[in-house]
């Protein structure tokens, strides 16, 4: 992982996930902001696969387990559209909040991700 | 699931959401610590593994109004935070443990109470057996 690229991704996965919260317990239904929030956060959990596969060749491998790695790294691929398909077949404020607790796991998910992957020991 | 905007369904919802990944970052550590190191710490492992487990059942019966079922796993989910989270900070030698690092190799989700885990499995079930008093006939995310 880059730290740059993690910057952005617990960055935008947080805000996402603030905004979800904020919106659902304002009343606000599933729509194309809240939705779409998570569609990027999808997108940016699928670059940092790219990524992540890229790396070790590129000279960056990771310092700790990759299985545990891509453990956290396939669970954060899989919680977007579990969450964004929970706001579309209930359309009500909570699966706002809904969307916003996924967003909110994947930028905790990412910050430890870094951690496996360049600070601590297989 | 249709929609609703009593607030103890919709509450419920978001419990059965955050169960949800509780009980996915429970089972992947703990299918990832049972294949890596498992004689590290087999105990605490294995304490772990029945926590996931215990983690999937609650957010089914959350999900699909079996109440009872919901207390039972809740109860046993805020008795073993208590109970290991205490063992890990004053006899972590009793699980195997050397140190009582939270975020450690040998960590576990009930570890210094889920300190790992922004002690969300200890907030939890106290906001899960919260809202199973309802009323049976509202106690159905």
Redesign the interface.
């Known amino acids: 992982m880059i730290l740059g690229y993690t910057i952005v991704l617990v960055g935008v996965s947080a805000l996402a996930g603030l905004l979800c919260v904020a919106l659902g317990l304002a009343g606000r239904k599933p729509a194309d902001l809240t939705v779409l929030s998570l569609v990027m956060v999808e997108v940016l959990v699928l670059v940092q696969i790219v990524m992540a596969l890229i790396a070790p060749a590129a000279g960056n491998p990771p310092t700790g387990s990759p299985l545990e790695f891509w453990l956290y790294l396939v669970t954060a691929a899989v919680i977007p559209p579990l969450a964004i398909l929970w706001a579309l077949t209930d359309r009500s404020r909570w699966s706002t909040v809904v969307l916003g607790v996924g967003s909110l796991a994947i930028a905790v998910m990412t910050y430890r991700m870094h951690q496996i992957w360049t600070v601590q020991l297989a | 699931?249709?929609?609703?905007?009593r607030p103890s369904?919709?509450?419920g919802?978001?419990l059965v959401?955050?169960y949800g990944?509780l009980a996915?970052?429970a089972t992947?550590?703990s299918?990832?610590q049972i294949?890596?190191r498992f004689d590290e710490a087999p105990v605490a492992f294995t304490l772990s593994a029945i926590a996931a487990v215990v983690y999937i059942v609650a957010t089914l019966a959350l999900a699909s109004g079996w109440r009872r079922v919901a207390l039972i796993t809740i109860g046993f989910e805020l008795a073993g935070v208590l109970v290991i989270g205490a063992v890990s900070v004053l006899q972590p030698g009793w699980l195997g443990l050397e140190t009582i690092d939270p975020f450690g190799r040998e960590a576990t989700v009930w570890s210094v109470f889920g300190a790992g885990y922004?002690f969300i499995p200890l907030v939890l079930p106290v906001l899960g057996l919260l809202w199973l008093r309802r009323p049976r006939a509202e106690a159905r995310a």
């Open positions: 699931m249709t929609a609703s905007s369904r919709g509450v919802r978001v959401a955050v990944v996915l970052a992947g550590r299918v990832f294949i890596d922004l």
